[in-house]
């Protein structure tokens, strides 16, 4: 059993930056495909961005370029640095980890990941 803490939301203006974190707890998650995910209010739950254990990264056409997705093992600890803000990008962010076996992982569905975090807010104001 692992659980998934986020953190790191706030209010932010148009072109600020945010990182979010999201912690694990009761198992390393070397071997876990990482995501974020967003919900806006009234919004379907989208995927952001995603890291597989190999290191290879998928971001959503929609923050390619202005935001970032690392992992700190270490720490078991996984990062979304989100540069140039817009608000747009005002969202519940979730935090997801997989345990399925790269072969078989589609990382932007929603079904394939086995835990979830509560969710941290952004909110950014033009």
């Known amino acids: 059993q692992v659980q998934l803490v986020e953190s790191g939301g706030g209010l932010v203006q148009a072109g600020g930056s945010l990182r979010l974190s999201c912690a694990a707890s009761?198992?390393?998650?070397?071997?876990?495909?990482m995501a974020w995910f967003r919900q806006g209010p009234g919004k379907q739950r989208e995927f952001v961005a995603a890291?597989?254990?190999?290191?290879?990264?998928y971001y959503a056409d929609s923050v390619k370029g202005r935001f970032t997705i690392s992992r700190d093992n270490a720490k078991n600890t996984v990062y979304l640095q989100m540069n140039s803000l817009k608000p747009e990008d005002t969202a519940v962010y979730y935090c997801?980890?997989?345990?399925?076996?790269?072969?078989?992982?589609?990382?932007?569905?929603?079904?394939?990941?086995?835990?979830w975090g509560q969710g941290t807010q952004v909110t950014v104001s033009s």
């Open positions: 997801a980890a997989g345990l399925r076996p790269e072969t078989q992982v589609i990382v932007t569905m929603i079904g394939i990941y086995d835990y």
């Open positions: 009761g198992r390393t998650f070397s071997s876990f495909t």
């Open positions: 890291l597989r254990r190999s290191g290879f990264i």
